[in-house]
């Protein structure tokens, strides 16, 4: 497939299906024309490759539906095994979580990809729950915002592992600026095999680290002192708000 394509709030479901473009991302593009969320990926085996994912939006979104799906804006999963290869995810937003991605249950394999100027109030760059999340082969997560929280990865639970000269940088919590990378509740996060990435995590009950040498490993939310360096301390709402992710 090539061409443009302006699709609103596309549904699949039980599938075990293929997209790929004929030429690359640049030349198969799907566009939310700022109007609705994008696609919709509900149980079922999906791969997409070389498409670009853009202008994706998510109004009027609320904790009484994040279990429900179209709670993304670029993609959402929900209980399904993902492939994404070679996208690029841009320019979409989200009025709750999860700007580019958002994944609640199964599993997302993420290669390639560049996932940029995204936004939402948790996630930006995507939003994970009880899922298992690959990072791999040079995919960039950059230069999205969180108005809350987790302006690159907000991860409420489950693992994330970045992988293969992967790159998360430049993402921000788009109140005031500050950078942040990656905000996690009850979960895992491991940096590896040459992944970078800036400073700014939030980390609750939760593990941030790189792995160097082959198997050491330096905990990116604790210094040689055993100081939380970058823990950023929530007032009595936030931690309303996350107590309240982590129990649905």
Avoid at 6 to 17: A, H, K, T, V
Avoid at 181 to 208: E, H, I, L, M, P
């Amino acid at each position: 497939m090539d061409g443009i394509f302006y699709i609103q709030n596309l549904s699949i479901s039980n599938r075990n299906l293929n997209i790929k473009s004929m030429n690359g991302a640049q030349y198969s593009i799907i566009d939310g024309n700022y109007t609705s969320n994008c696609l919709n990926l509900i149980f079922g085996n999906y791969n997409i490759d070389e498409i670009t994912i853009r202008n994706c939006i998510k109004y009027n979104d609320s904790f009484d539906n994040i279990s429900q799906i179209n709670s993304g804006a670029g993609v959402w999963v929900q209980s399904a095994s993902v492939n994404l290869s070679n996208l690029i995810i841009k320019d979409s937003k989200s009025d709750f979580v999860g700007g580019g991605i958002g994944i609640i249950s199964g599993s997302l394999f993420i290669y390639n990809c560049t996932i940029m100027n995204n936004s939402a109030v948790y996630g930006g760059g995507f939003y994970t729950k009880s899922a298992s999340v690959l990072i791999a082969n040079k995919s960039q997560i950059i230069d999205n915002s969180g108005k809350v929280s987790g302006g690159g990865m907000f991860i409420v639970s489950g693992s994330v592992e970045i992988t293969n000269s992967s790159k998360v940088e430049g993402n921000q919590f788009s109140s005031n600026s500050t950078k942040n990378q990656v905000s996690c509740v009850s979960a895992s996060v491991t940096f590896k095999n040459g992944s970078s990435y800036d400073y700014g995590y939030v980390c609750d009950r939760c593990k941030v680290v790189e792995i160097t040498d082959g198997s050491n490993e330096v905990n990116l939310c604790i210094d040689s002192n055993g100081n939380n360096k970058f823990l950023i301390k929530f007032g009595l709402g936030m931690f309303v708000v996350l107590l309240f992710l982590t129990s649905i």
